[in-house]
């Protein structure tokens, strides 16, 4: 049974470099403890329909998926309805909670 998590946290090395991609995703149990994926990890469960990671953008639900660029694997989000890049735009793990 997949299990859903809210992202509402990421950690990048470089924020404002766009060469560099997420290396962690977490957010907030329903008990109000926090959790932390490292960015494989989130691949994984996702591949293994262990979890659905989400976002939320003005009260709308997207669900985070796997793409691939050279090889590469990384999380987005699914294509909505605002231009900004939803999980970039989230706070960093560290400072957020």
């Known amino acids: 049974m997949t299990t859903k998590r809210w992202v ?9 470099s766009p060469l560099e ?16 994926l490292k960015l494989y990890d989130a691949i994984k469960a996702i ?3 262990t979890y659905e990671f989400y976002v939320t953008v ?3 639900t ?9 090889g590469r694997k990384y999380l987005k989000t ?5 231009k900004k890049d939803n999980l970039l735009s989230l706070p960093s793990c560290s400072l957020w909670g």
Not at 21 to 34: A, C, E, H, Q, Y
Not at 62 to 69: D, K
Not at 78 to 82: E, I
């Open 8 to 16: 509402s946290c990421i950690n990048k090395p470089d924020r404002d």
């Open 21 to 36: 991609r997420i290396t962690s995703i977490g957010g907030n149990l329903p008990d109000g403890k926090s959790w932390t």
């Open 47 to 49: 591949e293994d329909k």
């Open 58 to 60: 003005d009260d709308e």
């Open 62 to 70: 997207i669900n985070v998926e796997i793409a691939e660029r050279e």
């Open 78 to 82: 699914k294509p909505d309805k605002t």
